[in-house]
């Protein structure tokens, strides 16, 4: 006959079943037995009390823990004889509790308890390294499935387990950057082409991959790298090792970045030596470093672009002349930097409400009091429904003045469209 399994214990036998199995347990392995944080276990708050996963296994398990400790053979001591194999049928249904009996009771594989541990990616992890000591072919598919909300699982699998590749999870290895790149580091010793993908979009991992794994430039990643001057001038010195004139547009929008990139291209190169190789870039970091090019007009050259002009304008010369703003104009963000840098723009107007509204909202609100202050007081006058001389819709009033300020920029717009 079957006996009944055991009534659920009270909440402090539970507690002090924990503790006893803390006695041997780490911290990492204590939290496989509760709903919550270990620590919650000594707040008197009950409503604060963490579940149990398994009441009457983590009681049996502290039980069997403490009789073995007591009968001396808690160091590693066989004890086929002492097993209880009606406790061991309620251990193999929790993961945790079947890893912790394997491991501090049996002090080997719980075979019973497999089927269940191989479903826990966390507990297989752990059941493979600190159990098995090596490959755990149950949880594999498991481990590879999971890992695609948790991609660090078939990397640990790999990298700690069976220190080698794992081709059934690498595609979810290659969903996350930073575990294909140390997959690749640590694991390939090589280049993982499946985890290009999306390395490609992760400036920090992307470029640690380029630098540690390729050995070269990763041309997929270099688009990404034009919009971000600090990752691209790290990009410059440490994978290039000379100029990346993808990003020197980026590079250039920044003071403290622009200088230092301007230190790598000429300390201790006596570079440029003849206008061959002078282009607009390098004639602004001559003036940024000081350096003078024989037969070279290094101003004239450095306003041939419009993010070069830009950084003329800001970080080397103050002085205002239409022939440097209207080379700065063919650039909207350029346009839309240097105008927050000065003052209203005129040069940039059209182009900023017409191009890249977002910006030119933008501009609108540093620069709205100038531009339409007398239109914020007939708007917010309103009180009925009225059509503007151009057609244009405007609902009914009081409104507010960040109402005002959004009506009068979407009437900006559509005056500036028409045109």
């Not at 990397?155 to 595609?171: L, N």
């Not at 703003?325 to 209203?344: K, M, N, W």
């Not at 620069?367 to 001389?389: H, K, N, P, W």
Request: net charge negative; charged share 25%.
């Amino acid at each position: 006959m079957e006996s009944s399994p055991p009534a659920t214990p009270s909440y402090d036998v539970q507690v002090a079943a924990f503790h006893e199995i803390a006695h041997w347990a780490s911290a990492e392995e204590l939290e496989l037995l509760i709903d919550g944080d270990p620590t919650d276990l000594d707040d008197p708050d009950p409503n604060c009390r963490p579940s149990f996963k398994n009441p009457c296994a983590t009681v049996l398990l502290a039980e069997s823990i403490a009789r073995l400790r007591d009968m001396g053979f808690m160091d590693g001591d066989s004890m086929e004889s002492q097993r209880d194999l009606e406790a061991e049928a309620m251990f193999a249904l929790e993961p945790s509790h079947a890893f912790l009996y394997a491991k501090y009771v049996l002090y080997s594989r719980f075979l019973p308890g497999e089927a269940a541990i191989s479903k826990e990616p966390e507990i297989a992890l752990l059941y493979a390294e600190k159990i098995i000591g090596g490959p755990f072919p149950a949880a594999e598919p498991f481990l590879a499935e999971e890992s695609f909300e948790d991609a660090l699982y078939p990397y640990i699998y790999a990298s700690s387990v069976i220190k080698g590749r794992f081709p059934i999870g690498e595609d979810a290895i290659a969903t996350d950057a930073e575990c294909s790149y140390l997959y690749a580091n640590n694991v390939l010793h090589g280049p993982f082409a499946l985890g290009e993908g999306v390395l490609s979009t992760n400036l920090e991992y992307g470029i640690l991959y380029a630098r540690y794994i390729l050995k070269g430039r990763f041309p997929d990643l270099e688009p990404l790298l034009a919009f971000d001057s600090h990752a691209a001038l790290e990009y410059a010195i440490s994978v290039c090792h000379g100029r990346f004139k993808v990003g020197e547009r980026a590079i250039t929008l920044s003071q403290a970045h622009l200088e230092n990139y301007a230190q790598f291209l000429l300390f201790g190169k006596n570079y440029p030596k003849d206008n061959t190789r002078v282009d607009p870039v390098l004639a602004l970091c001559c003036l940024i470093e000081g350096i003078e090019v024989k037969g070279v007009d290094l101003v004239r050259t450095a306003k041939m672009l419009p993010h070069t002009a830009l950084g003329y304008s800001l970080w080397i010369s103050s002085e205002r002349d239409e022939i440097t703003e209207s080379v700065i104009a063919r650039d909207v963000t350029c346009a839309y930097l240097y105008s927050t840098q000065t003052e209203r723009f005129l040069f940039c107007e059209d182009l900023l409400f017409c191009d890249m509204p977002d910006l030119g909202w933008s501009y609108y609100s540093i620069f709205r009091e100038e531009l339409f202050e007398s239109e914020v007081g007939y708007l917010a006058s309103l009180q009925e429904s009225e059509v503007d001389s151009e057609g244009y819709q405007i609902a009914p009033g009081p409104y507010s003045p960040q109402a005002v300020m959004e009506m009068e920029m979407d009437r900006f717009l559509v005056g500036l469209r028409r045109a």
